[in-house]
């Protein structure tokens, strides 16, 4: 069994974090420190395990094999060196760091230590994701020249989305550092690495943050990756469009369907649109780390995709704060 503590409940899904581990018939919550030690000592008594005020403390218990990490993002970088240096393996949401800088320091602590440290990217392991490289895999698109992945919903208009969520601060950003996430990294797996990246920002409500965000990837060979996100939009589908010069993919133009126009399939099915299959999704970045635990592996392209995360966000608000374009190769290793 694994015994875990839970570090924080900041973020709006670490109680997610937590069903999991309590489900998980491997896994056990034993422990819980939170940086507002009101909110941890709630947390901990409806779980029946204690609440430590010094996570320093926690981290020394011989009893406690790994953390769930979901403090406030400015604050990753402190707590996640300081669990691998006591040897504890990390779960955490992303983004694991705001700076590639921020986020190679924790990865250099996770790899000295030898504990498995896994990033929460769930678009990744989605049954989509996996139809959606079947595609490119069978070249029906011919060359991408375009990939648009937009996601979005109505937190800052509706207020369900937790205030401390607008902190500037604490996050380190607005919707492209949290929902931009899922859309920047699946253009990422698509399109491969781009060269630089620019980015604008729209502050709608007034708060802290932006509430709405685009980012462009953009690439030597003319192609584009159009990563769309917003905090204010009520109806929005989840929706992925890839363009090539042999073809077209939607996905979530509203319905969760799989939808490829091809000259390449003409001569079988004719011209028009074919549905693909969508298989089930694989085990989810949790579960993953469980089992890299368990078999002693590292979750090496988890953390690759998540280094790539972080460097294409901090190169987005460099785009912003700068208001030009980033080379990636202008950022602090």
């Given at each position: 069994?694994?015994?875990?503590?839970?570090?924080?409940?900041?973020?709006?899904?670490?109680?997610?974090?937590?069903?999991?581990?309590?489900?998980?018939?491997?896994?056990?919550?034993?422990?819980?420190?939170?940086?507002?030690?009101?909110?941890?000592?709630?947390?901990?008594?409806?779980?029946?395990?204690?609440?430590?005020?010094?996570?320093?403390?926690?981290?020394?218990?011989?009893?406690?094999?790994a953390v769930i990490v979901d403090t406030p993002t400015n604050m990753h970088r402190e707590v996640m060196v300081k669990a691998a240096?006591?040897?504890?393996?990390?779960?955490?949401?992303?983004?694991?760091?705001?700076?590639?800088?921020?986020?190679?320091?924790?990865?250099?602590?996770?790899?000295?230590?030898?504990?498995?440290?896994?990033?929460?990217?769930?678009?990744?392991?989605?049954?989509?994701?996996e139809a959606i490289q079947q595609v490119l895999a069978e070249g029906l698109l011919g060359k991408l020249t375009l990939v648009r992945v937009r996601l979005s919903h109505n937190g800052a208009i509706a207020g369900w989305l937790p205030e401390h969520f607008f902190n500037a601060e604490q996050c380190q950003g607005g919707a492209l550092i949290d929902l931009g996430c899922h859309p920047m990294y699946l253009t990422r797996l698509f399109l491969g690495e781009p060269d630089r990246v620019s980015a604008h920002y729209g502050y709608v409500t007034g708060k802290d943050v932006e509430d709405n965000a685009v980012a462009v990837l953009q690439y030597d060979n003319g192609a584009l990756g159009l990563v769309e996100a917003g905090f204010v939009n009520s109806c929005s589908p989840f929706t992925i469009e890839l363009q090539g010069t042999d073809g077209t993919l939607l996905y979530g133009t509203p319905e969760s369907r799989l939808l490829v126009s091809s000259s390449r399939l003409e001569a079988q099915v004719g011209s028009g649109w074919v549905e693909r299959d969508i298989p089930a999704n694989r085990p989810s970045a949790f579960h993953q780390w469980v089992s890299h635990i368990q078999q002693g592996t590292a979750a090496d392209a988890n953390i690759h995709m998540a280094l790539e995360l972080t460097r294409l966000m901090e190169a987005a608000n460099l785009s912003v704060r700068h208001n030009r374009p980033i080379r990636l190769d202008e950022l602090q290793p």
């Open positions: 069994m694994i015994r875990v503590a839970m570090v924080s409940f900041w973020h709006v899904h670490a109680n997610d974090y937590a069903r999991q581990a309590e489900e998980h018939p491997d896994t056990e919550i034993v422990a819980v420190w939170d940086e507002i030690p009101e909110r941890g000592r709630k947390e901990a008594e409806a779980r029946g395990v204690p609440f430590f005020e010094s996570l320093d403390e926690l981290l020394k218990q011989d009893g406690i094999d240096a006591a040897g504890k393996h990390i779960f955490t949401e992303k983004v694991v760091a705001a700076t590639l800088h921020e986020a190679n320091e924790i990865v250099d602590a996770a790899k000295k230590a030898g504990i498995v440290l896994t990033v929460s990217l769930p678009r990744l392991n989605d049954g989509y994701t």
